[in-house]
């Protein structure tokens, strides 16, 4: 399984924010098109990748949503935005809670997040224009990668993490995260199809 974590500095944390501005809900729009690049194909889905969302947004960060397509999911690439307003009104206090079939809100921070992700067996990559040549890394089936949005990473958080964490690079550009999640699946498609 590969994991994308996608965080965001800004992205509203509460189902209250509007369809029609998402770029005044932390640049939700961000959020969605990197759905949309972690999961759709051409006539299909991928059930091969597991989205997790942590947003550190107002009104009550963080919020961290773990989405993956199963075949009980009712998904379209023009509701992503709605399932995502629709998970953050069902958060509820204290809890991992399964909103749809494969979707499920908690708090949790992002540091959190990774220890988690750790612990399962995953090995973890950062997206660091600096980082090693994704094309001559060694990369394992169940891997993460964290990218964030237009802000960036939490730098204390990387801090920490850059000494446990492996830095890979797509290339010398620097790319819009949608493009980043597609440029990865890409890779691994070739590795492991």
Same mark, same amino acid.
């Given at each position: 399984?590969?994991?994308?974590?996608?965080?965001?500095? %800004?992205?509203? =944390?509460?189902?209250?924010?509007?369809?029609?501005?998402?770029?005044?809900?932390?640049?939700?729009?961000?959020?969605?098109? =990197?759905?949309?690049?972690?999961?759709?194909?051409?006539?299909?889905?991928?059930?091969?990748?597991?989205?997790? /969302?942590?947003?550190?947004?107002?009104?009550?960060?963080?919020?961290?949503?773990?989405?993956?397509?199963?075949?009980?999911?009712?998904?379209?690439?023009?509701?992503?935005?709605?399932?995502?307003?629709?998970?953050?009104?069902?958060?509820?206090?204290?809890?991992?809670?399964?909103?749809?079939?494969?979707?499920?809100?908690?708090?949790?921070?992002?540091? %959190?997040?990774?220890?988690? /992700?750790?612990?399962?067996? %995953?090995?973890?990559?950062?997206?660091?224009?600096?980082?090693?040549?994704?094309?001559?890394?060694?990369?394992?089936?169940?891997?993460?990668?964290? /990218?964030?949005?237009?802000?960036?990473?939490?730098?204390?958080?990387?801090?920490? /993490?850059?000494? =446990?964490?492996?830095?890979?690079?797509?290339?010398?550009?620097?790319?819009?995260?949608?493009?980043?999640?597609?440029?990865?699946?890409?890779?691994?498609?070739?590795?492991?199809?």
């Amino acid at each position: 399984m590969r994991h994308f974590l996608y965080f965001s500095k %800004n992205a509203q =944390t509460s189902g209250n924010f509007d369809l029609q501005n998402l770029m005044k809900a932390g640049r939700m729009d961000i959020a969605i098109h =990197t759905i949309i690049a972690g999961f759709f194909l051409s006539n299909d889905f991928r059930d091969d990748v597991k989205m997790h /969302l942590v947003f550190y947004g107002m009104p009550d960060p963080p919020k961290h949503i773990e989405m993956q397509v199963v075949p009980e999911l009712e998904i379209s690439k023009k509701d992503i935005g709605n399932l995502i307003k629709k998970i953050l009104y069902k958060y509820r206090q204290g809890e991992k809670h399964k909103v749809f079939p494969g979707c499920f809100v908690e708090k949790k921070s992002f540091l %959190n997040v990774v220890q988690e /992700l750790q612990k399962q067996g %995953n090995e973890i990559f950062i997206l660091d224009k600096k980082g090693q040549d994704i094309r001559k890394a060694k990369i394992p089936e169940n891997c993460v990668f964290i /990218l964030g949005d237009q802000d960036g990473l939490p730098k204390k958080e990387i801090r920490r /993490l850059k000494k =446990t964490i492996n830095p890979i690079s797509i290339g010398p550009k620097m790319y819009f995260a949608s493009q980043t999640v597609a440029i990865v699946n890409n890779e691994l498609d070739r590795r492991f199809s």
